[in-house]
T-cell receptor
Framework: GENVEQHPSTLSVQEGDSAVIKCTYS??????FPWYKQELGKGPQLIID?????GEKKDQRIAVTLNKTAKHFSLHITETQPEDSAVYFC???????????FGTGTRLTIIP | GAVVSQHPSRVICKSGTSVKIECRSL??????MFWYRQFPKQSLMLMAT?????????EQGVEKDKFLINHASLTLSTLTVTSAHPEDSSFYIC?????????FGQGTRLTVV
């Protein structure tokens, strides 16, 4: 089955600086790569996703890049703000079975 | 607003009792729903796939007789934790796909005392 690794496990960034979180996956059949933000005691919220036919996607301060050959994808948050502090999970799935495999999570702390 | 609604948000039960958690898709039909479990400071682990009108599919290592899943309608799946024990204490989250996006419920914090 799919295996997703995520690094780093914790990340502290000065407010206004950029944060980068990286993930690798193992199953070449995976074609959907979402990123979720989870706040304490709540379910995950989708912040951005990318499909395997695209190499990069951007939505305001958030961007995701995908390297299919190397099987890795990354989340980039620019101009970080205190409200960006949360746990972030990457995931991989194949649209055929809709099963999401999650990375181990990154606790992001934005230092004011 | 919420696309997937989960209830209750938190529950405390005594060891040996059963607890039912509901997951509803709002404004759309979901023939398949997914149940995840998340222990503190850990990732979400898929427990089972709930299929409307048929038996659920359980991931390896998940006891189907302990975690009963019923998907009786196109908008409702239930997870019943039977004979709960303290080690079942966890955060349970359901999910359903609408179009090409997965939506998650707000989660249920189960504490077994």
């Amino acid at each position: 089955g799919e295996n997703v690794e995520q690094h780093p496990s914790t990340l502290s960034v000065q407010e206004g600086d950029s944060a980068v979180i990286k993930c690798t996956y193992s199953d070449s059949a995976s074609n959907y790569f979402p990123w979720y933000k989870q706040e304490l005691g709540k379910g995950p919220q989708l912040i951005i996703d990318i499909r395997s036919n695209v190499g990069e996607k951007k939505d305001q301060r958030i961007a995701v890049t995908l390297n299919k050959t190397a099987k890795h994808f990354s989340l980039h948050i620019t101009e970080t703000q205190p409200e960006d502090s949360a746990v972030y999970f990457c995931a991989a799935a194949n649209f055929g079975n809709e099963k999401l495999t999650f990375g181990t999570g990154t606790r992001l702390t934005i230092i004011p | 607003g919420a696309v997937v609604s989960q209830h209750p948000s938190r529950v405390i039960c005594k060891s040996g009792t059963s607890v039912k958690i509901e997951c509803r898709s709002l404004d759309f039909q979901a023939t398949t729903m997914f149940w995840y479990r998340q222990f503190p400071k850990q990732s979400l682990m898929l427990m089972a796939t709930s299929n409307e009108g048929s038996k659920a599919t359980y991931e390896q290592g998940v006891e189907k007789d302990k975690f009963l899943i019923n998907h009786a309608s196109l908008t409702l799946s239930t997870l019943t934790v039977t004979s709960a024990h303290p080690e079942d204490s966890s955060f349970y989250i359901c999910s359903a796909w609408r179009n090409t996006e997965a939506f998650f419920g707000q989660g249920t914090r189960l504490t077994v005392v």
